[in-house]
Structure formats: C-alpha cells, structure tokens
C-alpha cells in the first residue's frame, strides 16, 4: 500500500514563498502520477500540479509560472515549490496519487486513489 505524509505548511506574507514536501512511502513516486491538490472551507478540492512517471507536468492555470512541481528519488519525496504567494493560495494543500491518469484528467479529484493528511498554508496581506 502507498502512503503519503505531508509537510512544509505555515504562515506566509504576499509575495513570499514556501516549499511542500510529500513523503512516500511503499510505491517509488517515479511509478506513479503524484499530484497536489487544495482546498478552502466550503470550495471543492481542487487540482494544483502533477508529475507524472515519465516526468511531465501539469499545472492550474491559477498557478502556473508561480508553482514548481518536482521529486527526488533518493528520498522518494515529492515538492512544491510555491513563489509569489497570494490570499488566494490559502487552503489545505494534500498530495494524491495514481497508478496512471490521462493527461485531460489529471487535476480532477476522483481520478486519484491515495491522499495523504494535508498541510496548511495561509497567506495574508
């Protein structure tokens, strides 16, 4: 069984940055689709960033040339870089994975099968 265990959450100002670490354990990352997804009270989760097994990415429009999506495979860990933080960025951020998903589903909530517990990021003005 795959689990996923999330870290790097906290409080940051507009314009600052953190990094999300997604530890996996029982399945090497680089065999599945690995994804990030937030979520705010009362929104529906929502797809954030994907790295697939052959290494291509997908991303939100919301974030996209602010978020970098990426793994190490020594530490069988998966990151988020997030830059340029606003509000809107606020939420629970969870990792999700698959055994493989096509690429027009891939920011969907249902096409993955394990989530691990979420962290917290809040940005404020």
């Known amino acids: 069984q795959v689990d996923l265990v999330e870290s790097g959450g906290g409080a940051v100002q507009v314009g600052g940055s953190l990094r999300l670490s997604c530890k996996v354990s029982g399945r090497n990352f680089h065999t599945l689709c690995m994804a990030w997804f937030r979520q705010d009270p009362g929104k529906e989760r929502e797809g954030v960033a994907v790295l697939d097994r052959n290494g291509a990415t997908t991303y939100a429009d919301s974030v996209k040339g602010r978020f970098t999506i990426s793994g190490d495979s020594a530490k069988n860990t998966l990151y988020l870089q997030m830059d340029s933080l606003t509000p809107e960025d606020t939420g629970q951020y969870y990792c999700?994975?698959?055994?493989?998903?096509?690429?027009?589903?891939?920011?969907?909530?249902?096409?993955?099968?394990?989530w691990g517990q979420g962290t917290q990021v809040t940005v404020s003005s």
């Open positions: 999700a994975a698959a055994g493989w998903i096509p690429t027009p589903r891939r920011l969907e909530r249902g096409a993955y099968d394990v």
